[in-house]
């Protein structure tokens, strides 16, 4: 349910755990500057959330060898509409590339 609402709300939740040590939740939101309006549906993506798609979405690959920051940020870009393609290491982000010539990934 949390997980839900977070990502609404186009934040995002980091998770670090360690045996013996215990568990640590991040959330992080964006600041907003003024206070929120109620939402219509003519402005709502289909669960409610107000539309923030991209203008001009665009294919992106991601290539971090942290998952959990390739993830971070596919996660942003995907909730801004954008089509997102996540690799972990740059030989393999390479090859991606150069397997579709004709497009970006």
């Given at each position: 349910m949390v997980h839900g609402i977070v990502h609404r709300n186009h934040g995002h939740i980091s998770v670090a755990t360690a045996a013996g040590q215990g568990t640590?939740?991040?959330?992080?939101?964006p600041a907003a500057s003024t206070p929120a309006k109620a939402t219509s549906p003519s402005n709502a993506d289909k669960d409610g959330a107000p539309s923030t798609r991209a203008s001009r979405a665009a294919r992106i690959l991601v290539?971090?060898?942290?998952?959990?920051v390739?993830?971070?940020?596919?996660?942003l870009l995907r909730l801004d509409g954008h089509d997102v393609h996540i690799e972990h290491d740059a030989l393999n982000a390479l090859k991606a590339v150069r397997a579709t010539p004709a497009r970006s990934i």
């Open positions: 640590r939740f991040d959330i992080y939101l290539v971090d060898d942290e998952p959990s390739a993830g971070f940020v596919g996660e």
